[in-house]
């Protein structure tokens, strides 16, 4: 190893060690740093590493810490681990609810009436259907008083891209907006773009995806792309 790598290679540790530690993009002790956090996951305790970090506590964060200290801590065996995150985390994913659109979804939208090719139109009518699936909204409702979450708070209905990806993102939400206004989803349109506005009231700027292990990163800026997007679809001028 040369000395002018060896330089970069300390240059690095220092700019991202806090302490002799990595800074992580939020301060939760849970989802973000610390011991709790490095023991579960160097465990190997799920075959994704997104798992663990998308379950809400069943406990206020204050006992779930405590009862990650009394396990041993960082030096817990994996059997202790395993029981540890079964009696202090719920389902991932389990602060949503999938939301049923109703009478919003058109069986078949007009758009794809213009397809001349059957094959194609089939194709599209499916791929249409698929809205149902995807669509989710905050419910927090479940969670006890002090239990938390690596959600951000999101006070709208948004589209999420399905499979381990259980929020919603900031670029796909401009590549789906495409395909909402065609399928005549106006109101979840509209408030999937709230959604992201709120974000940037809230931390100044649109996170990569709507979780605290986000925060310290974003995509690509088409936020106002979908504005304009929509506007030019709706001609809403009270929402711009």
């Not at 094959?119 to 009518?125: E, H, M, S």
């Not at 239990?147 to 796909?172: H, I, K, N, Q």
């Not at 005549?184 to 992201?196: A, E, P, W």
Request: charged share 20%; with cysteine; net charge neutral.
């Amino acid at each position: 190893m040369t000395m002018r790598l060896t330089r970069k290679i300390v240059a690095i540790v220092v700019v991202l060690g806090v302490g002799g530690r990595c800074k992580g993009p939020c301060d939760s002790p849970i989802y973000c740093q610390g011991e709790l956090l490095h023991a579960v996951q160097m465990a190997r305790l799920f075959a994704d590493d997104k798992t663990f970090v998308d379950k809400p506590t069943l406990k206020p964060e204050a006992q779930v810490l405590a009862a990650f200290a009394r396990i041993g801590g960082a030096n817990a065996s994996r059997p202790a681990l395993e029981q540890f995150v079964a009696e202090n985390f719920g389902q991932e994913g389990s602060e949503l609810r999938a939301v049923d659109v109703g009478g919003e979804l058109a069986a078949s939208p007009g758009f794809l009436e213009r397809v001349v090719n059957p094959v194609v139109r089939a194709f599209g009518r499916e791929v249409h259907g698929y809205w149902g699936q995807l669509i989710r909204e905050q419910d927090t409702t479940r969670l006890c008083a002090g239990c938390v979450s690596s959600m951000l708070p999101l006070a709208r209905r948004f589209v999420v891209p399905g499979g381990r990806f259980r929020e919603t993102y900031y670029w796909d939400t401009y590549f789906a907006l495409e395909g909402m206004l065609r399928s005549g989803l106006v109101d979840l349109s509209k408030s999937s773009i709230g959604d992201l506005l709120d974000l940037v009231d809230m931390y100044g700027f649109v996170p990569n995806g709507a979780r605290v292990y986000y925060l310290d990163r974003s995509q690509p800026p088409v936020l106002t792309l979908m504005v304009k997007l929509y506007y030019e679809f709706t001609h809403d001028v009270e929402f711009v």
